[in-house]
């Protein structure tokens, strides 16, 4: 297959909504990470985006929609929170997950009886989904396992000849994945961390006395101590996350990946003795260290730093934890634990 590569102009958002209404797949940017579209109602289209990207079959996409008043088209019933969370939030990077309507296929819900929806701010997006008038299933447009795709040459490198056509756009602003909350309870369950985090979310709903809970899974990180060559697995309990795609392997960059956590200082000399003993050893070595203060900038320049350390063909790359008592840094350390496979030197 031959991907369209379209510059983002009037006519080609045009081009690209018919195709999603034909049933084919076009990527596109949003303010999160490059996301794969397919019409959300088209079981055969949405079957196809889990090829594409080689996604396990249980693991749900994130439809988007270009007004708020869509979402009754998606759920039975809008609720007074989601009301308040769609005021607050929307446009923007949060999904929600609700109470499924009848009409949405299992295959874009991986199943479930629940749905997660978002409104993205992204311009180019809203247009592309307003033009299709149907709401867009879309996971983040890379094969499965691989770092999220933050501009369109990632796009290109992941999905071309696998799928219709590429809206070539910007770079995405957040650089991170949308925060996911569980809304079709009582409370706001937040089952993946991103730039919109749990303090500002439980102000929001503050007025409707409701409470911004973690899921559990959270907190799983199955760290390994990599001390003296030796990986020492730690062992924890083990919950099974909300969100089905949480529970995967995830954003791997190709080389071996090692977190060093601590102070600051000792951080940056742990990584640079590293280093060069690793240098001394033949091998190619990456360094990932982001400033303690510039946590938004950490998520924006993550996924993207990844891809290039791997264009260079490192060996290792050795990254410094962040602060994962604020938010953000929470959300970052979310996907950098991951890509890592866990491996941290906790100094
Ligand atoms: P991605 O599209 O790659 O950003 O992945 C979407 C994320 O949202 C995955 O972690 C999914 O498991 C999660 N998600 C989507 N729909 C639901 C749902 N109905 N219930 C729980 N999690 C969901
Ligand atoms: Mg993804």
Redesign the pocket.
Known sequence: MVTKHLNVTTENIETAAQILQEGGLVAFPTETVYGLGANAFDAIAVGKVYAAKGRPSD????VHIAEKEDLQKLTPMITPLMDLLMEHFWPGPL?M?VNKAPGIPDVT??G?D???VRLPSNQTARDLIRKSTCPIA???ANVSGRP?PTKAKHVVEDLDGRIDAILMGEDCQVGI??T?V?VSGDNVVL??PGIITQQELQQAVRGLGKKVEMDPALFINRPRDVSKGQLLEVETEDFKP?????KYKHYAPKAEMIIISGEMGKVKAEIEKLQSENELNGKKVGVIIFAETELQRAAHDFFAKLRELDGQGVDLILAGALDDSDGIGFAVMNRMMKSAGYNVIKL
């Open positions: 693991n749900p996409m994130i999904t997950v819900t991986g479930l629940t749905v997660g879309a996971p983040s999220s994945e949308s996911v569980d089952l993946r909300k969100a089905p795609g949480m």
